[in-house]
T-cell receptor, first 112, second 115 residues
Framework: KQEVTQIPAALSVPEGENLVLNCSFT??????LQWFRQDPGKGLTSLLL?????REQTSGRLNASLDKSSGRSTLYIAASQPGDSATYLC???????????FGTGTRLKVLA | DAGITQSPRYKITETGRQVTLMCHQT?????MFWYRQDLGHGLRLIYY???????DKGEVPDGYVVSRSKTENFPLTLESATRSQTSVYFC??????????????FGPGTRLTVL
């Protein structure tokens, strides 16, 4: 059974810092891994999707990496801004299924 | 406008009442999903549907009923609401073909409170 873990659960950093959010999963047979952003009381916004054959994806200040063999992904946020404050969710689509398994998220606060 | 919508966005009900949450998508995606989000649990799959008239249980299906008579709609019914079903419910849809490009698109969520 696929399990997804995100560490840390919460993170508070000063503006301008580069930071890394971690996601680990137990079953390496995946179709893809996706990072989402969720603002308080809002829905999910897809940030980056990494296919199983890819090692990383980039979008602006965001870079996500995938190491299937070790069951890990990281989301790197460069030059953090107060507007980056949100909860970041990692979700894994396991091969042979149609169901995303979500981590419990990392709640990020960037201080001005 | 194209997309995925949910209604109502907020709902307060009482224990024992029947409640139906609606989900509508305009992409003609074959797959649709219902998740619930609770503190400490992340999002958990309740039910999903591969096509009209085809549904299957997810991780936490007890106390819920779904139907899919039309491709674009996927209502979720709580037949007799309980306090433990207080949660935020997300609907999603996707063109799922068992490939690495598969993804899901999420609705804005329905915040349900059962008193």
């Amino acid at each position: 059974k696929q399990e997804v873990t995100q560490i840390p659960a919460a993170l508070s950093v000063p503006e301008g810092e580069n930071l890394v959010l971690n996601c680990s999963f137990t079953d390496s047979a995946i179709y893809n891994l996706q990072w989402f952003r969720q603002d308080p009381g809002k829905g999910l916004t897809s940030l980056l999707l990494i296919q199983s054959s890819q090692r990383e994806q980039t979008s602006g200040r965001l870079n996500a990496s995938l190491d299937k063999s070790s069951g890990r992904s990281t989301l790197y946020i460069a030059a953090s801004q107060p507007g980056d404050s949100a909860t970041y969710l990692c979700a894994v689509l396991t091969s042979g299924t149609y169901k995303y398994i979500f981590g419990t998220g990392t709640r990020l606060k960037v201080l001005a | 406008d194209a997309g995925i919508t949910q209604s109502p966005r907020y709902k307060i009900t009482e224990t024992g009442r029947q409640v139906t949450l609606m989900c509508h998508q305009t992409w003609s995606h074959s797959y649709m999903f219902w998740y619930r989000q609770d503190l400490g649990h992340g999002l958990r799959l309740i039910y999903y549907s591969a096509a009209a008239d085809i549904t299957d249980k997810g991780e936490v299906p007890d106390g819920y009923v779904v139907s899919r008579s039309k491709t674009e709609n996927f209502p979720l019914t709580l037949e007799s609401a309980t306090r433990s079903q207080t949660s935020v419910y997300f609907c999603a849809s996707g063109l799922t073909a068992g490939a690495s490009t598969d993804t899901q698109y999420f609705g804005p969520g329905t915040r349900l409170t059962v008193l």
